[in-house]
């Protein structure tokens, strides 16, 4: 099995950075700062795509291990899948924590608020920590990898709460903005919204990468364990023959 | 310049050194992963 990544991811990879770089350049120097929320508001670039990046990290394992629970489905990478999705989507939810706390902080004054939408947030952050606690307890790979998958089912859950948090409860959060129709949002001018959809591409693009190289990592300690593991097996039969 | 650039860049920066961090710890698996594979 080769350790290097695919030129794919590279691409990938670059197209990620340069994204990124791109995106900092137009969060921080050519949006405008927002009218009421000042220069604060610019916290949104990083708080709206980190959050949107979690819900599909945690989506993408919630199908992939449906994928392992379903017989005709079931291959190893689908259980290794879900678990590097939700590595990445538990760094990306902590991430819209404390960047929800900075944005907070200036806006309601607080850096923390026990509302729906924020503790939900960390209620989902604490079930996917505790869903990777599970990956790494003691097991063969069949039984951890359904383990893991019906653990990742209830975890998400919590998604569409999460989501729904702002409309089914009164928060301080605000309310769905963008998409939401019962809102007259006015934004102010072209790079603000174009700012924010680059936000999303650029983050998405970062999952893409991430993903694929964890996935990757997840293969090569499995491949090492099976053979750490055949070795062992043969050494034993060495000592007892 | 207001007084909230203060939170805007601390937001940033924890972004920046978290996405480093996580994305260091990948690559110097990675790398003992093949280095690991050599000697095998």
Request: negative net charge.
């Amino acid at each position: 099995m080769s350790t290097r990544v695919g030129v794919g991811t590279k691409i990938l990879g670059a197209a990620a950075f340069v994204s990124l770089g791109a995106l900092a350049v137009f969060a921080l120097v050519v949006a405008p700062p927002d009218e009421r929320q000042g220069d604060a508001q610019r916290l949104m670039y990083l708080h709206v795509p980190a959050a949107w990046l979690a819900y599909l990290a945690f989506f993408v394992t919630a199908v992939a291990s449906v994928l392992w629970l379903v017989p005709r489905t079931r291959s190893t990478t689908w259980d290794l899948l879900a678990g590097a999705s939700a590595e990445i989507g538990v760094v990306f939810t902590g991430l819209t924590l404390v960047l929800g706390s900075l944005w907070g902080r200036p806006t309601w004054g607080t850096w923390w608020e026990w509302d729906a939408r924020v503790t939900t947030t960390a209620v989902l952050f604490f079930l996917y920590l505790g869903y990777l606690a599970l990956r790494r307890t003691g097991a063969t790979a069949q039984e951890r990898g359904t383990r893991c998958a019906i653990a990742a089912l209830i975890a998400f859950v919590d998604v569409p709460i999460v989501h729904f948090s702002v409309t089914w409860w009164e928060t301080l959060h605000q309310e769905a903005t963008v998409f939401n129709r019962d809102l007259d949002v006015q934004f102010e001018g072209f790079w603000m919204p174009f700012t924010l959809i680059f936000a999303v591409f650029a983050f998405t693009l970062l999952y893409a990468f991430l993903v694929m190289v964890r996935l990757r990592l997840a293969e090569l300690d499995e491949g090492r364990e099976e053979r750490q593991l055949e070795e062992a097996i043969a050494e034993r039969v060495a000592v007892t023959v | 310049m207001d007084d909230n650039w203060g939170y805007v860049v601390a937001g940033y920066v924890i972004t920046i050194a978290v996405l480093s961090a996580y994305g260091g710890w990948m690559w110097f698996r990675l790398r003992r992963a093949r280095r690991a594979d050599l000697d095998h």
